[in-house]
């Protein structure tokens, strides 16, 4: 059966696999940790008799055989790259309750009809590149040229550089497309990254929903003058401008809609320097709701007061959509067979949305999903502090297990 002693190993393991010890984790798509914490978790696959295989992408997968190989295969995986500075759990939790279920379908021998797949999706944070939900989307829509060579790093490395230096091939990517059909479910767990389970004193949460998102990165452009010599009246000072926007993104967001959450995480200035006005300003816009006409109403207003913030200070601008998702409900099935599992095992659980996006959220589009929540403590994700007990991670393992079953049989 599950054993938490196993979960824990492997994710005290991967946790290792760091570029800010000390620091959390931070663990970018193609970096020297993604390897180590692959080969990692690859030892593990073939330990069990897995058949592993790496995608065009960099999806990472242990084939368990079915009775019938041209069966769906039950799919079941979360991923491995993190934020910067994130937490040990974020992504690895939901790989490693996968590993432990084909490790405990080996224990007790189980001969399923469906073949299962152990997945490890690459870039879902989008951490390096900008763009997320890399691997799932490359299943599901396949992945455009101009995202392979214009999406960079801080490095000014592209995706498909960095792909190259991993050992992968940018022009094959469209080999990762899975055929309709051919994937019977897929199944992922996620630590909850909020309060709610914590504060009802609940240990799982079953995923109705899962928000929409869009993504994009806006560019300013003004010149850069010296600090001292230029007149107030005589500059045009991208920051400026983009601080009104910036601050008009809360407002609107905050209006927008009961649910909708408006961020903007990252911002560049260039030159950077404290005695030159700014002549360059890029950040990015995360947008989310679970009604997609309310993120659309929210990026007309927000595109609005950009142009006229610009135009008033004699600025240009560009306006780049890095990722759109719209929002999905999982599959009422595997909703009841967890609900079900959970009351005959009397393990607590409610019904509840996912504000965070997962990759399940993509692969609603191939096949029917299910996302299942345990807690987080303080409800704290996406930093050092990031906790979700072991034993949580195990009965989530648990449901799931009697999931793969009943969907793999
Ligand atoms: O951003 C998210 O919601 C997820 O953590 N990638
Ligand atoms: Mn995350
Ligand atoms: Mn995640």
Request: charged share 25%; with cysteine.
């Amino acid at each position: 059966m599950i054993k938490v002693e196993r979960i824990r190993k492997d994710l005290e393991t991967l946790a290792q696999f760091t570029a800010t010890p000390g620091a959390g984790v931070t663990r970018m798509a193609f970096s020297p940790e993604e390897r180590q914490a692959r080969e990692y978790l690859q030892r593990e696959m073939e330990a069990i008799g897995l058949e592993v295989y790496t995608d065009a992408v960099g999806n990472l997968f242990g084939r368990r055989a079915g009775k019938d190989p041209e069966a769906p295969v039950v799919m079941i995986g979360s991923h491995i790259d993190s934020v910067k500075n994130g937490g040990p759990f974020d992504g690895a939790a939901g790989v490693v309750a996968a590993l432990e279920i084909a490790r405990a379908l080996q224990d007790m021998g189980k001969e399923t009809v469906h073949p299962i797949e152990v997945v490890v999706m690459t870039e879902e944070e989008g951490g390096r590149f900008g763009s997320g939900l890399f691997g799932s989307r490359a299943m599901v829509d396949g992945i455009s040229q101009e995202e392979l060579t214009g999406t960079f790093d801080e490095e000014r490395i592209s995706k498909a550089e960095a792909m190259k230096a991993f050992g992968l091939d940018p022009d094959k990517v469209r080999e990762a497309v899975r055929k309709p059909g051919s994937v019977k479910a897929f199944l992922e767990l996620h630590i909850e990254q909020g309060p709610v389970l914590e504060s009802t004193g609940t240990k799982i949460g079953i995923v109705e929903s899962i928000v929409g998102i869009r993504t994009f990165f806006v560019t300013i452009y003004g010149s850069a003058d010296h600090a001292g010599t230029t007149p107030m009246n005589m500059r045009r000072d991208a920051l400026v401008a983009a601080s009104r926007v910036i601050t008009a993104i809360d407002g609107i967001a905050r209006e927008a809609g009961e649910n909708t959450v408006g961020t903007v995480g990252s911002i560049q200035v260039k030159p950077g320097s404290n005695n030159v006005v700014p002549a360059e300003v890029r950040f990015s816009i995360d947008l989310r709701d679970g009604d997609n006409e309310v993120i659309e109403r929210a990026t007309a207003k927000i595109k609005q007061v950009l142009a006229e913030v610009c135009e008033a200070a004699n600025l240009t601008y560009t306006w780049e959509e890095a990722l759109s998702v719209p929002p999905v409900a999982t599959e009422a099935k595997i909703i009841d067979i967890v609900a079900e599992a959970a009351q005959r095992k009397n393990i607590s659980f409610r019904m509840m949305p996912s504000g965070a996006g997962h990759d399940a959220m993509v692969m609603a589009r191939l096949a029917p999903v299910g996302l299942l929540f345990v807690p987080s403590r303080d409800g704290k994700s996406h930093c050092p502090e990031e906790w979700t007990d072991y034993e949580d991670i195990a009965l989530g393992a648990e449901l799931y297990l009697d999931a793969v079953l009943a969907l793999a049989q």
